[in-house]
């Protein structure tokens, strides 16, 4: 499966009110998923580092951002 594909999949699942961004509570469960109980430790420092335009969730652009950057 291509990256962008795998995105566009993550992030439909996760956006659970599919309102185009990933709001705080679904940020926790998605990074629970993806980094178990070191995950939900680490969930505040990373949800900040990339949200990047400080407007309290994460959009599609932003979420490819944090895997690449954390699959590096």
């Known amino acids: 499966m291509e990256l962008n594909q795998w995105i566009d999949?993550?992030?439909e699942v996760f956006d659970a009110?599919?309102?185009g961004v990933i709001n705080r509570s679904e940020f926790v469960e998605?990074?629970?998923v993806?980094?178990?109980d070191k995950g939900i430790?680490?969930?505040e420092t990373i949800f900040h580092r990339f949200d990047k335009n400080h407007?309290?969730?994460i959009s599609k652009s932003e979420l490819r951002?944090?895997?690449i950057e954390l699959a590096l």
């Open 41 to 43: 430790r680490m969930c």
């Open 55 to 57: 407007d309290n969730s």
């Open 17 to 19: 009110d599919k309102d």
């Open 65 to 67: 951002d944090m895997l």
């Open 30 to 32: 998605l990074i629970d």
């Open 9 to 11: 999949e993550l992030f």
């Open 34 to 36: 993806l980094l178990q």
